[in-house]
């Protein structure tokens, strides 16, 4: 069992910064990935960013390279979500992930991102 609880989150203006942070407690394994997806209000779940507990294999969404960083601290079992040149269409409420068995099986309860227009 996985436990993730995530922080960070807030109004920010547009063009401005953030990091998120997902603290993971539990059983976790190197081969596992960390995720990031985010849902905005009347979209469905939108993928952002995964990175494995080895630290390779880090991917990203198409909307999100560049201005994204995902990284991981092993020590203290959290993963982060390094936010810069945020836009409107980045509000959304973001929720960390876990796989086990190659499944995203754990969840957090999300972190409310705000960009106003």
């Known amino acids: 069992q996985v436990q993730l609880v995530e922080s960070g989150g807030g109004l920010v203006q547009a063009g401005g910064s953030l990091r998120l942070s997902c603290a993971a407690s539990g059983r976790t394994f190197s081969g596992d990935f960390m995720g990031w997806f985010r849902r905005a209000a009347g979209k469905e779940r939108e993928f952002i960013a995964q990175i494995r507990w080895s630290g390779d294999a880090i991917n990203y969404a198409d909307s999100v390279k560049g201005r994204f960083t995902i990284s991981r601290d092993n020590a203290k079992n959290t993963v982060y979500l390094q936010m810069n040149d945020l836009r409107p269409a980045d509000t959304a409420v973001y929720h960390c992930?876990?796989?086990?068995?190659?499944?995203?099986?754990?969840w957090g309860q999300g972190t409310q991102v705000t960009v106003p227009s």
């Open positions: 992930a876990a796989t086990t068995d190659s499944t995203w099986r754990y």
